[in-house]
């Protein structure tokens, strides 16, 4: 079992920066971020590999959002630039504790951990 505990969100004008971030009670794979915005599913925002070597991102954040992570701290973290309303949303951490065939998933079903969320909004 690990437990993974988000912090970061909060309030922050159009434009502005936030950073979110991850710690996990163990030893991860590759972890993730994905976002809930109020009326919409649940969507894929980030990803990275345990090495950190490899990521991948939506389309919606690329070259505005950048993930990282410290294995030794056990935390994975979500820097988020040039903010826009659109990325208003619950932002949920997510872990695998074991290998993928794929090395750095995105789909919601790949990840068997989560965190509570933190809450992020982007005002105009």
């Known amino acids: 079992q690990v437990q993974l505990v988000e912090s970061g969100g909060g309030l922050v004008q159009a434009g502005g920066s936030l950073r979110l971030s991850c710690a996990a009670s163990g030893r991860t794979f590759s972890m993730g971020w994905f976002r809930q915005a109020p009326g919409k599913e649940q969507e894929f925002v980030a990803a990275?590999?345990?090495?950190?070597?490899?990521?991948r991102y939506a389309d919606s954040v690329k070259g505005r959002f950048t993930i990282s992570r410290d294995n030794a701290k056990n935390t994975v973290t979500l820097q988020m630039n040039s903010l826009k309303p659109e990325d208003t949303a619950v932002y949920y951490c997510?872990?695998?504790?074991?290998?993928?065939?794929?090395?750095?998933?995105?789909?919601?079903?790949?990840?068997?951990?989560w965190g509570q969320g933190t809450r992020v909004t982007v005002s105009s």
């Open positions: 997510a872990a695998r504790t074991a290998l993928s065939t794929i090395l750095v998933p995105t789909t919601r079903d790949d990840y068997g951990y």
């Open positions: 990275i590999s345990r090495s950190g070597g490899s990521t």
